[in-house]
């Protein structure tokens, strides 16, 4: 199982970046899948998440309304994209795939880097 991230890079406050999370999962419609991060000296957190659907999505607080999570089964990618960035958005991005039960299907990806500076 592979999950590969792309997209990171250095932007302006203010800019976009589409981050992409291509899965090597057989069942990739079958997982829930999530972006998280973790900024210098900070714990990772939830950025936002997607049902296996596609139906429902979630966010977290600081990010609301700024991004946006999607997917496409067909291509078993998930995306998000990241508008009105900010200095603090500034993070290791990794996606995350998961299925019940947990704690045997939950996979990772190696991360990648965004940085907000000016």
């Known amino acids: 199982v592979q999950l590969v991230e792309s997209g990171g890079g250095l932007v302006q406050p203010g800019g976009s970046l589409r981050l992409s999370c291509a899965a090597s999962l057989f069942t990739f419609s079958t997982y829930d899948m999530s972006w998280y991060r973790q900024g210098p000296g900070k714990e990772r957190e939830l950025v936002a998440a997607i049902t296996s659907a596609g139906g429902i999505t979630n966010y977290g607080d600081l990010v609301k309304g700024r991004f946006a999570i999607s997917r496409d089964n067909a291509k078993k990618t998930v995306y998000l994209q990241m508008n009105s960035l900010k200095p603090e958005d500034t993070a290791v991005y990794y996606c995350?795939?998961?299925?019940?039960?947990?704690?045997?299907?939950?996979?990772w990806g190696q991360g990648t880097q965004v940085t907000v500076s000016s």
């Open positions: 995350n795939a998961r299925r019940r039960p947990w704690s045997t299907f939950n996979y």
